[in-house]
């Protein structure tokens, strides 16, 4: 999962999510990687390793601590657009409040 | 009808079962049809064909089903079960190799990408021991 993957879009942002990446937000962060057919990495450090982030169990491995800077690289169809997704649904904490309504009334 | 393969959590136990099955729904959504059986027909812990069966039914999508199970009589079963089904549902079975709960949840979240079966049972499998 260390080579080239054809990169056409880079970014990263700090995760501020209090749990760290625990369950929850990795299911939204991968079912949302999923939704693009580009080939889409993250890694803690910008040198890697770098892991699919369509992978539930690799992306929950990497255990990602709150303040860790995650780094997206992706290469393919919308890579851009992928990318800027999912730095976007990390910067809005997961849309956890919103998931919490729809526990809470579910 | 979804077009998403559906999930079939196969439980000794309702509780645990019921559990796995809210656990997919609150973490992954409505989105894959999700069945859960658990218990024998006494209301001891067991599992039992007919229900089995009948959460197959109630899971079914035309992309197929992936069952997970606990223990020993739930794989049984659940095998017994696939056998019962009509010829042509039965290659749209299949029974994973994984943890119960966590097979079940992140089988879900593969199922939701609209991935085909196999891709859906490979991923949940991912997370036996190889």
């Known amino acids: 999962m260390n080579e080239p993957i054809g990169t056409e879009a880079t970014g990263s942002t700090i995760l501020t999510h209090a749990a760290g990446l625990h369950a929850r937000p990795v299911l939204k962060l991968t079912m949302l990687a999923k939704t693009f057919a580009a080939k889409i990495e993250i890694a803690a450090n910008p040198e890697g390793p770098w892991i699919d982030a369509k992978s539930v169990v690799k992306v929950m491995a990497m255990k990602a601590p709150k303040g860790a800077t995650l780094h997206f690289r992706a290469g393919g169809e919308k890579a851009e657009e992928a990318v800027a997704a999912i730095i976007a649904l990390i910067d809005r904490d997961f849309d956890e409040d919103a998931e919490g309504e729809k526990a809470a009334n579910g | 009808m979804s077009t998403?393969?559906?999930?079939?959590?196969?439980?000794?136990?309702?509780?645990?079962?019921?559990?796995?099955?809210?656990?997919?729904?609150?973490?992954?959504?409505?989105?894959?049809?999700?069945?859960?059986?658990?218990?024998?027909?006494?209301?001891?812990?067991?599992?039992?064909?007919?229900?089995?069966?009948?959460?197959?039914?109630?899971?079914?999508?035309?992309?197929?089903?992936?069952?997970?199970?606990?223990?020993?009589?739930?794989?049984?079963?659940?095998?017994?079960?696939?056998?019962?089904?009509?010829?042509?549902?039965?290659?749209?079975?299949?029974?994973?190799?994984?943890?119960?709960?966590?097979?079940?949840?992140i089988a879900a979240a593969e199922a939701a990408s609209g991935a085909a079966l196999d891709l859906v049972k490979k991923t949940a499998e991912e997370l036996s021991p190889q």
């Open chain 2, 4 to 105: 998403n393969v559906g999930i079939v959590i196969v439980s000794h136990s309702p509780k645990v079962a019921e559990g796995a099955a809210d656990m997919v729904r609150q973490m992954v959504g409505a989105e894959v049809p999700v069945a859960w059986t658990g218990g024998n027909p006494d209301g001891g812990l067991g599992t039992s064909v007919p229900a089995i069966i009948a959460a197959i039914d109630q899971a079914w999508s035309e992309a197929g089903v992936a069952v997970l199970v606990d223990l020993g009589g739930a794989e049984t079963n659940s095998e017994m079960a696939v056998e019962m089904l009509d010829a042509a549902r039965q290659p749209k079975v299949v029974i994973c190799n994984a943890p119960i709960v966590e097979g079940a949840v």
